[in-house]
């Protein structure tokens, strides 16, 4: 979360605070994704970043997810997701207040990474 804030301050957007219902769902996508061994926003089951959001409790307006996987610091995740187009938006989007994050180690990329975002 540091360092996503850092990123925000150097683009005029206010900092983001942990959200226990957006922690969960981070948490359980990245749980989810070294157990079952697939890296994909969509869930085996078909379930979607929005679905399990919104299956966690949040009850906030706008939404978001970053995820990545093989990265071993938060520093190198962060430097890829800066590097992305759509993951760079995700992290600058001002209407964003609320943040989850999530880590797991396992499956076939050795680590998951998962942000989730609300506003």
């Given at each position: 979360?540091?360092?996503?804030?850092?990123?925000?301050?150097?683009?005029?957007?206010?900092?983001?605070?942990?959200?226990?219902?957006?922690?969960?769902?981070?948490?359980?996508?990245?749980?989810?994704m070294?157990?079952?061994?697939?890296?994909?926003?969509?869930s085996?089951?078909?379930?979607t970043?929005?679905?399990?959001?919104?299956?966690?409790?949040?009850?906030?307006?706008?939404i978001?997810?970053?995820?990545?996987?093989?990265q071993?610091?938060?520093?190198?995740?962060?430097?890829?997701?800066?590097?992305?187009?759509?993951?760079?938006?995700?992290?600058?989007?001002?209407?964003?207040?609320?943040?989850?994050?999530?880590?797991?180690?396992?499956?076939?990329?050795?680590?998951?990474?998962?942000?989730?975002?609300?506003?």
């Amino acid at each position: 979360m540091a360092l996503v804030n850092t990123e925000r301050a150097r683009a005029g957007c206010g900092p983001v605070s942990i959200d226990a219902a957006l922690q969960r769902a981070a948490q359980q996508h990245s749980d989810d994704m070294a157990t079952r061994g697939y890296f994909s926003h969509t869930s085996p089951d078909g379930s979607t970043f929005a679905d399990r959001i919104r299956a966690a409790g949040y009850r906030g307006g706008a939404i978001g997810e970053n995820i990545a996987a093989g990265q071993r610091s938060a520093k190198e995740v962060m430097s890829g997701w800066m590097a992305s187009p759509g993951h760079r938006a995700n992290i600058l989007n001002c209407a964003y207040r609320d943040i989850g994050v999530g880590y797991a180690t396992g499956g076939p990329y050795g680590t998951y990474w998962t942000q989730t975002f609300g506003g």
